[in-house]
């Protein structure tokens, strides 16, 4: 059980171009969702807790209005990057909770997507 | 703000050996949690622990919490290669913390 699921798996796109991202509980019903960023060899670096129905709260530094997060039912999250950059390339993953997102809660996570703008 | 560490970041063994990486925050954590990443894969959770000193096992691992709740171990005994990858500890301050992950050690095993 806790089958998270991510699509899609590697995506390369021209820069200036909007790519969505989407993550999915698969067998439970996430009402946390997080999204990580992750740079090569680096840890994980979170951008943003979201809730099924409520806005995303977004670390300190990750613009909100570039990344835009959709948690639209308890199943399913979507990250947009809207006019990427080469910047923007890298791994993303998302983790869900099944719970509050209480710290206790065990996090599973997303397969990861990898990101290229070109 | 709270930060985590880790060390090693990098760690070779051979295989057999055993190996050790260490977790410190500079703040007391509600919980510690340690997860494994596989080459090209994603973060899998291991095991969380709450209480001081906690000490729990799962095969040939051995977490460990500290008594002041602001450090932790994970030991691998006898090394396999299925051992590779990176580990990474996570804990928040507070249950209602945000969880921070450390950077990571990455262990490679030598056949």
């Known amino acids: 059980g806790a089958v998270v699921s991510q699509h899609p798996s590697r995506v390369i796109c021209k820069s200036g171009t909007s790519v969505k991202i989407e993550c999915r509980s698969l067998?439970?019903?996430?009402?946390?969702m997080f999204w990580y960023r992750q740079f090569p060899k680096q840890s994980l670096m979170l951008m943003a807790t979201?809730?099924?129905?409520?806005?995303?709260?977004?670390e300190q530094g990750v613009e909100k209005d570039k990344f835009l997060i959709n948690h639209a039912s308890l199943t399913l999250s979507t990250l947009t990057v809207t006019s990427a950059h080469p910047e923007d390339s890298s791994f993303y993953i998302c983790s869900a909770s099944r719970a509050s997102g209480a710290s206790t809660d065990t996090q599973y996570f997303g397969p990861g997507t990898r990101l290229t703008v070109l | 703000g709270q930060q985590v560490m880790q060390i090693p970041q990098y760690q070779h063994v051979q295989e057999g050996e055993d190996f050790t990486t260490y977790c410190n925050s500079s703040?007391?954590?509600?919980?510690i949690q340690w997860y494994k990443q596989r080459p090209g894969g994603h973060p899998v959770f291991l095991i969380q622990l709450v209480k001081s000193g906690e000490v729990k096992k799962q095969k040939r691992l051995t977490f460990q919490f500290g008594e002041a709740k602001k450090n932790s171990s994970l030991h691998i005994t006898a090394t396999q290669t299925t051992d590779v990858g990176t580990y990474f500890c996570a804990g928040p301050e507070t249950s209602y913390d945000k969880v921070i992950f450390g950077p990571g050690t990455s262990l490679s095993v030598i056949p």
């Open positions: 067998d439970f019903q996430a009402t946390t």
């Open positions: 979201s809730n099924e129905g409520s806005k995303a709260t977004y």
């Open positions: 703040t007391t954590l509600s919980n």
